[in-house]
């Protein structure tokens, strides 16, 4: 569960002005997306939530909705490729890839969702 979770985490550190933004390529966060996370931008485990406000740089909504408007249309070509239909690169795996567009687009999508509970966030195409 922790790779899905970091999978969510980055769209969120994005938005908050982490770099580098996140990709829809496909795969899984790699180690030095994780350390630049964790040992760079995110304050520390004893860090209080005013601790990591006065740290970000946060981005318009213009931004986070171009972002999660190019992550609904991969989402939209993985749940189509996911029925058998062309419309992944190749070489992309539709289930393993596919499950991070799935959960870096549910970050995004939350973010935009003023007063929707994460699970209740809409992830239709």
Not at 2 to 25: K, Q, R, Y
Not at 61 to 83: I, K, M
Request: contains cysteine; proline residues 7%; hydrophobic residues 45%.
């Amino acid at each position: 569960m922790i790779g899905w979770s970091l999978e969510n985490l980055w769209p969120l550190a994005w938005a908050l002005g982490f770099e580098p933004e996140p990709t829809v390529d496909g795969p899984m966060i790699g180690e030095p997306i994780i350390r630049a996370l964790f040992f760079e931008f995110l304050p520390g485990l004893d860090a209080t939530v005013a601790d990591l406000l006065a740290k970000a740089k946060p981005r318009s909504l213009e931004e986070v909705a171009r972002r999660e408007d190019l992550f609904y249309c991969a989402h939209d070509a993985v749940r189509s490729a996911q029925l058998g239909e062309d419309t992944v690169p190749e070489g992309f795996d539709p289930r393993a890839d596919g499950g991070v567009v799935h959960e870096r687009r549910h970050a995004l999508t939350w973010m935009l969702s003023a007063g929707v509970g994460w699970d209740d966030t809409d992830l239709g195409t």
